[in-house]
């Protein structure tokens, strides 16, 4: 018996290709912002293909099981989709107040929300024939979007959460046939907005999922370790909502908010992505560590429905903090699996 490893989602991205100190200055982009990116429109796609090698073998030297292309073209988790979708207003964009406080441009939905074409497709291309271990895309999920929006259209939150979630299942379609042996939805909102999140979430997310055959994934977190520094042991108040869900596996913080590891048996049907790397702390762990937090993880899940993974996304971290993070991972999972 062997505890596998995954990374969430994100990888930091290069100087060369992102301007990370404008990029670390501000709030996530909820919109494309070109600007950001440091190298010329026309080799943009190359330079991002490069930064996706990078990211790949930095998490196969690692020693990672399940990897992801980094996310090294995108500003943010939910920017790349949000913005492509038909009934997303092009010319002007709403304001939101996020979970750091602070106003922040978003989508504006003025007509419906369609599919009109994939922009994660060649993504997962690019990562399958570039690596041969199990590969995960991201992509946002519907309640999520619905909290980093303005409607202006359908009227009701529960309406904008359902087009949402027609969206994305055919956007999650589309990326299992291009390659992807899991799909992820990232649904950080859920421990934000736990009144809503009872109300409509779960039939948003099922409705995202319905139909699918492959391996789906839902990350719930509390945010990025950079932009919410308190992360309260007792703040998964959706943590039992979950496993009314559909995907198969979960994934959620344990390490910075020093979660109790008895919550994990409110999720009877599903395989753990148990987060043990805390990113608030720049210093990769040591396996030790990680080896215990998992251990503690095992005291109420079996090991056959757990995966050793880090809290959340790295890109906020450099590299070379991100890769000791991901080695101290994969070494203290294999410490754990020694004594199975």
Known sequence: MRILTAVVGSFPQPGWLLDRDVFLGRLPARVQIDELWTVKPEVLEEAQDDATILAIRAQE???I?????????????????????GGIDRERTGV????????NNVPLISGPLTHERSVHERDVRFLRANTDRTVKVTIPGPFTLTQLCVDEYYGSEEAVAMAYAETINKEVRILFEAGADIVQLDEPYLQAK??????????AIN??????????????????AAMVKDKSASGYSCIDQLNDTIAQQVSIETAQPKLDPALLKLLPSKTVMVGVIDLNDPNPETPEV?????????????????????????????RDQAFGKLKALAEGAAIVSSEL
Do not use: N, W
Not at 194 to 203: D, H, K, L, N, T
Not at 207 to 223: D, P, Q, S
Not at 307 to 312: E, G, S, Y
């Open 290 to 318: 990680v080896a215990d937090r998992l251990r503690r993880a095992l005291d109420h899940l079996p090991p056959e429905r757990m995966i050793a993974a880090p809290d959340c996304g790295m890109k906020y971290l450099t």
């Open 61 to 63: 030297r690692a020693g």
């Open 65 to 85: 099981d399940i990897v992801t292309d980094g996310e090294m073209r995108r500003l943010s988790y939910s920017s790349v989709l949000a913005s492509s979708l």
């Open 194 to 203: 736990p009144e809503q999140a009872s109300r409509y979430a779960v039939p």
């Open 96 to 103: 939101v107040v996020g979970r750091a406080g602070k106003p």
């Open 207 to 224: 409705k995202a999922l319905e139909g699918i055959t492959g391996t789906t994934a839902l990350h719930v977190c509390f945010g990025y």
